[in-house]
DNA sequence: TTATCATATGTTCATTCGTTCATATGAATA
DNA sequence: TATTCATATGAACGAATGAACATATGATAA
């Protein structure tokens, strides 16, 4: 991991003290998958057509000019991962942003990309 | 793409308002790449560490039991992405968060996982 | 200038991931 | 019930990615 004469800049106390300060493994592992998921621009291009608007799965193919199946793939992982929400209608189903953190989630990385 | 006789829920002008309200591709494309960055537990265990310290290579990789060639190549990727900046002090280079940016999304994320 | 320490970089390998094609499910309608 | 339409699922393939190991860079101190 390090070679043994490695000379930290921090004591013994703070660096322990770093450490037990660090969330749980599993709520890291937990938002690391969340972003994970926002990783793709294939999924934020769904994401963003559904901004505001209710789309079955045949409509959000159209616009983004993808195949249903490859639609509907991306939106079974955002399905997963909670940021979409659904319901059905006839033959049709409804997809669409599941809460406000979705929005303001992508309002952030809009932001911290158009500098 | 689709079958010949698919029938899609919105007509050819709304579809048509859809497409052309989409931001450009460029930007989808950087908004992705940014949350890719995010989606990594390794680099979020080290944002994490930077949260509110300011700490050198060798250190992060002694919090984070990591080696230090894994963490340069991650800090490598989180500076590319401008999510992290850096200092100079004699043989060590110190490292903290870029900017507000980072701490929002983060905490973003950890709101919508803690639910 | 040479040796040393802290950090960075290059390469390889195993794994993950997105897309495509084919097919299955399942609700609506004839 | 049989057919059709909308969506979901499974398998396969190629591309991207993270970790590990070895090595390079570059600043400092002897």
Redesign the pocket.
């Known amino acids: 991991m390090e070679?043994s004469?490695?000379?930290?800049k921090l004591n013994s106390e703070m660096l322990e003290k770093l450490v037990n300060n660090q969330p749980p493994e599993e709520v890291l592992y937990e938002v690391a998958e969340l972003f994970?998921v926002f990783?793709?621009s294939?999924?934020i291009r769904i994401l963003y057509a559904l901004f505001g608007n209710e789309l079955?799965?045949?409509d959000i193919a159209e616009v983004l000019s993808?195949?249903?199946?490859?639609?509907?793939?991306?939106?079974?992982?955002l399905k997963d991962a909670k940021l979409v929400k659904?319901r059905?209608e006839?033959?049709?189903?409804?997809y669409a942003l599941d809460d406000d953190h979705v929005y303001h989630i992508m309002e952030m990385g809009m932001e911290h990309v158009e500098e």
Chains 1, 2 share one sequence.
């Open positions: 070679s004469q490695e000379q930290n994970k990783g793709d294939t999924r079955c799965v045949g993808m195949s249903q199946s490859s639609v509907s793939h991306q939106l079974r992982i659904f059905r006839g033959k049709s189903i409804f």
